[in-house]
């Protein structure tokens, strides 16, 4: 079986759009999200630029990957839906609808998810000791959700594991990802004002449910055939990317503001000068 695009049957004319649209919107997320970030970036104390830094770059990353994937899938399913063919599930392959390639996702994830977590750290100006036994835990745990996950959304039969064993091995890095930052993080938050404790708490109750889309929309793209079906790649494509945009974008600009209200708090001038 193929092991680099997921096998599939074409799509039909309304699953073809609603994929292609979403990933447009996701193209024009990432890119504006980071035009705005980089030409913000002077907004807020340098103390806290890095912060808004990496998260310009996890969106310039993804934009990227983003018109990777838009040119894969037209590619891969572009004819079937211009001749308006819809494929029943049981008919044979379509032209073309083997190279859609989930590795521009995974090398997207690889690379964004670990500095997701580190523009997280990095916005609460913590001790540096505590800044880095964090990310030490985090980012190894990241990779190796990410990595582990693989397999499962290629629909790999690697060293005899089903989809659903991969996913069930990508669960433990992700619990534990979790656990450190509801009940770990959860202790360095004590130095923090009131305001940024509150908005803190938003921003990690946006981590936590966007990062929850990605195992669901992973379960609903599930299936032991190796062959995903027109609503297996619909529900996944639109699952991660809407959960992608939330993820990266949203938290982003969540992570910009907080940046905004330490560096006022932190510097009278500056907030002054920034008409807080
Ligand atoms: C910007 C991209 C982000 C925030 C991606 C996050 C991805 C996950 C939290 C993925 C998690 C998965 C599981 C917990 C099990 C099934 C396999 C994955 C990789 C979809």
Redesign the pocket.
Known sequence: MDQIGVLSFALTGYEFSAVYNMLSLGIASMLFTSFFLWIARDRVLPKYRMAVMVSATVTSI?AYHYFRMFDSFSHAYGMNADSGAAAAAGQALEFGAAHYNVGYRYI??LL??PL?LVELVAVLGLVKAIQSSLLKRLVPAAAA??IL?YP??AKMQLFGLDNSM??LL??IP?LYIMYVLWIELSKSLSSQSEKVRKIFQGLRLLLIA??GV??I??ILAMNSTGVATGQEVLAREVGYSI??IL??CLFGLIIFSIARIKSAEDDKAFAAAEGH
């Open positions: 993804a997207d994830w964004t998810v997701l959700m990410i996950g499962g959304d991969w996913g990508s669960t992700f966007t990062w990605y195992p929309t992973f959960a992608d993820a990266k």
